[in-house]
């Protein structure tokens, strides 16, 4: 069955970075956008970004842009998002997610709707 497998969370200072890995199996890994979404705790889950199949076009919350990059490497399975400049309101269970051949009207939007398929979320913490 199709996992999405995240990796690289955990306690940082405020400024600092963290790159997150989204490790995928049971899928054609190069026929999906993957995106990035967090959580924090009492608050709705919420788009980060996205990349598309072929990882030529990226997409961002006004949030994060200018700060967090994501990335992939079609060969490897595996999505990252590679997060600087740090902040305690980034603070938050982050999910990666599969979109089957997601358009950019779809990645663009953001909606989580648009994902089938979804990791179990590492915690990312900024402290100030």
């Known amino acids: 069955q199709v996992q999405l497998e995240e990796s690289g969370g955990g306690l940082v200072q405020a400024g600092g970075s963290l790159r997150l890995s989204c490790a995928a199996s049971?899928?054609?890994?190069?026929?999906?956008?993957m995106g990035w979404f967090r959580q924090a705790p009492g608050k709705e889950r919420e788009f980060v970004g996205a990349?598309?199949?072929?990882?030529?076009?990226?997409y961002y919350a006004d949030s994060v842009k200018g700060r967090f990059t994501i990335s992939r490497d079609n060969a490897k399975n595996t999505a990252y998002l590679q997060m600087n400049n740090l902040k305690p309101e980034d603070t938050a269970v982050y999910y990666c997610?599969?979109?089957?051949?997601?358009?950019?009207?779809?990645?663009?939007?953001?909606?989580?709707?648009?994902?089938?398929?979804w990791g179990q979320g590492t915690q990312v913490t900024v402290s100030s």
């Open positions: 990349i598309n199949r072929i990882a030529s076009s990226t």
């Open positions: 997610a599969a979109d089957y051949f997601g358009t950019s009207r779809s990645l663009r939007s953001g909606y989580t709707a648009e994902y089938e398929h």
């Open positions: 049971g899928l054609v890994f190069s026929n999906y956008a």
